[in-house]
């Protein structure tokens, strides 16, 4: 009997093949369907020319965005007295294309197994691991660093810090942050 697969992960892998530019194979191993199923999706929903598309759109939209700017350029140098406002479209355009260069493409990495936690010190943790590796994308700005998301550490730091006193007191294992990794981390992000 065939196994259903849901609309969701059907989606997923549509937006992984179209959107992300994966092939099916990595799609595959995203979304944990086989690949032919995928090959018979993508024949179904005609995947491959709604990719071209996809790309031939985006690539006008750079296109006419780097025209925009061109326009807003010369206005502004050729006018005698150039309008403020278009002063300041410009610049807000070329900040936001400033921006877009330096932010990092995104990792594409295949999605992690499952941990199996099966004490609260285990729990305690994976917590850990987990708040270390938030914190990391906050500062190397692969998620931002806002204050909603500071406070979020923060309580995140407090919660394991009275789960690790209550469940694993004696933990051993060498990957726990003392108090002076504390001091600093929260020194570094604003804390």
């Known amino acids: 009997m065939p196994v259903e697969i849901s609309w969701e992960i059907r989606e997923r892998a549509e937006g992984l093949y179209i959107i992300d ?43 006419g965005t780097v025209q925009l700017r061109a326009k807003l350029l010369r206005k502004v140098l050729d006018a005698p007295c150039p309008d ?19 932010r990092p493409e995104p990792e594409i990495t295949a999605p992690c197994e499952p941990r199996v936690i099966r004490t609260p010190a285990e729990a305690v943790s994976a917590l850990k691991d987990a708040l270390e590796k938030k914190i990391n994308a906050m500062l ?29 007191p004696d933990d051993k294992s060498g990957r726990t942050l003392d108090a002076a990794t504390i001091k600093n981390i929260r020194e570094q992000i604003g804390l």
């Open 21 to 63: 530019g994966l092939t099916y194979e990595q799609a595959a191993e995203r979304t944990g369907v086989s690949v032919s199923q995928l090959k018979r999706w993508g024949a179904d929903g005609d995947w491959a020319t709604r990719r071209r598309e996809y790309r031939r759109e985006l690539s006008d939209i750079r296109r």
């Open 84 to 102: 403020p406002q278009d002063v300041y479209a410009f610049a807000r355009i070329e900040q936001v294309a400033s921006a877009s260069r330096s």
């Open 140 to 168: 190397s700005g692969r998620s931002g660093i806002d204050l909603a998301g500071i406070k979020e550490a923060r309580q995140c730091m407090e919660m394991i810090e009275k789960m690790q006193a209550q469940f694993a």
